[in-house]
Structures are given as structure tokens and as C-alpha cells.
């Protein structure tokens, strides 16, 4: 019969996501181990007042783990591992550095556009509440790491490719402890030699692990495209088109099946 030597049309329906291991992709509970030599940072920004010890203490009610209390107080030898435990730890870390260490991005670049009314009305200078003084006494002020001609290049480069998903600004544009903290893991990376395409690799995964639904919303979108999360190119995930606010809102409207709401690293404040 003629009838029947075609297949019936297809029903299109949802992919089927499996979450859990999705997510297991995006952030690994395993982590990422960060390319930096952070040695005793935490304790200089102590020293110069940077960082409060009893104010930064106070937003971690629970206590600090023992890597933890390297990181803020003692001298760092060994990899620097981030997970979904200590990303909001190191967020506000990485936000104290980024927001202290000299470098002529925050000298030069959107902060300090008189059109925005100068560096200190940002969610990441005058929301930084942990600091000894007023957050802008350390503004671009200590050269806990200097970088030459081609490591700044490169991080004004890449900072102008890498967004977040809590507003639609650049690192380069760090007005939010996202983008502050960012700033600040690209330049410790930088200052090691890390590659380019090895600062996105890390770029994204701790994105991932500061922004969970947003990656694991991007990650189902790429898998209903018949792309795996590991074939992404971080940079392009990283860019506007995806990380900025506007563009993620947009991708996440395309997507058919959902991941269930994972938890957030917090939001833009101390």
C-alpha cells in the first residue's frame, strides 16, 4: 500500500535535560583549580586596609575553612581550587584585589568617564563595605601586581570580550563586584603567563560558579542546538551575545526545556 511506505510525521516535542549532569559540566563539584599565585595577598590587603578583617569575617557567619583562612591571612603555596562552597569567598576576594590593585583600567577606562559621574558611585567601589576607610582610599592604589606592555595588553583585551550576567557591561567596565572581581582574576592570570585561550577556559567556569541558572540556562540551549557544553567556545558563551543581561534574557527566551533554578553566589553587594 502506498499509504504506509512513508513514516508518519514526526511529533516535535521538549527535549528531555538531565540536570544533574548538565550541571556536573558546567561546574563541576570537583571545581576548577585557578592558574594563580595568589601568596599572601590577603593578608597585604589586611595590612593596608583594603580588607577589614572583622567586617569580611562577619559575612561568613558559618567560618571559614582552613584554605580559606590561607587565602585571607596566611601565604598561598598550592593551587587555588574554586567550587560551589567557596565561590562567594573568593568572589569577594578577587573583588578586594580587583578594586586595589593599580592598573590603568580603572584609571583610564569607563569608571573614571566623567559621563558616569566618576569611579566612586559604582555597586563595586562604594558598595566595597568591607574595607577599613572609605573603599576609594584604595582605588587603583596598591601595586600588589604589575603587569608589563604585553600582559596589560592582553587584559584589555580580553576584559572587553567578557560580560556578566547581572548587567551589560564588560570587565573593562567593572561597575559591579562581578566585574571587579573578574578584572582582578585576570590579572593575576595575566601576571602569570597564563594563555588567552586558558583565561577563558577559567573566565567562563567561574562565571559558571557565580552565575549557576544563567550557565546551566545556556548550556540547555546549546544542548537543544546539538551542541555540548565542552564543544562551546568560552569566548563565545563569555560575550555579550550570551553573558550580558540583554543577551542572555534573550537566549533564555529561545530555550524549550529549562534546568530547575540552582543557587546563586549572591548579588552585587558585600
Not at 39 to 63: H, P, Y
Request: with cysteine.
Amino acid at each position: 500500500d502506498a499509504l504506509n511506505t512513508k513514516n508518519p510525521p514526526a511529533t516535535t516535542k521538549p527535549q528531555t535535560i538531565d540536570t544533574s549532569a548538565l550541571q556536573q559540566q558546567v561546574m563541576p563539584s570537583s571545581g576548577v583549580t585557578l592558574p594563580i599565585n595568589w601568596k599572601d595577598l590577603g593578608k597585604r590587603m589586611i595590612a593596608d586596609g583594603v580588607i577589614d578583617e572583622t567586617k569580611f569575617r562577619a559575612v561568613f557567619s558559618s567560618g571559614l575553612s582552613s584554605d580559606q583562612e590561607k587565602i585571607l591571612k596566611g601565604s598561598v603555596t598550592q593551587p587555588i581550587i574554586m567550587n560551589a562552597e567557596n565561590s562567594r569567598f573568593l568572589l569577594d576576594a578577587f573583588w578586594a584585589f580587583g578594586l586595589a590593585n593599580k592598573n590603568e583600567i580603572l584609571e583610564k577606562g569607563e569608571m573614571n568617564d566623567k559621563q558616569f559621574g566618576g569611579a566612586g558611585g559604582f555597586a563595586s567601589t562604594g558598595g566595597w563595605t568591607l574595607s577599613q576607610d572609605k573603599p576609594m582610599d584604595h582605588y587603583s592604589k596598591h601595586a600588589y601586581v604589575t603587569l608589563n606592555t604585553e600582559q596589560q595588553a592582553l587584559v584589555d583585551r580580553i576584559s572587553r570580550t567578557i560580560y556578566r550576567p547581572c548587567c551589560n557591561n564588560s570587565t573593562h567596565f567593572p561597575d559591579c563586584n562581578h566585574g571587579m572581581a573578574m578584572l582582578g582574576l585576570l590579572e593575576l592570570m595575566a601576571s602569570q603567563n597564563v594563555s588567552e585561550n586558558e583565561m577563558y577556559k577559567v573566565a567562563l567556569m567561574v562565571n559558571s560558579y557565580w552565575f549557576p541558572q544563567t550557565y546551566l540556562d545556556l548550556a540547555s540551549y546549546f544542548q537543544e542546538q546539538g551542541k555540548s557544553w565542552k564543544e562551546v567556545d568560552p569566548k563565545t558563551v563569555l560575550g555579550a551575545e550570551y553573558s550580558s543581561a540583554q543577551g542572555y534574557q534573550q537566549i533564555r527566551a529561545k530555550i524549550q526545556s529549562l534546568p530547575q533554578p540552582a543557587k546563586s553566589a549572591g548579588g552585587c553587594g558585600a
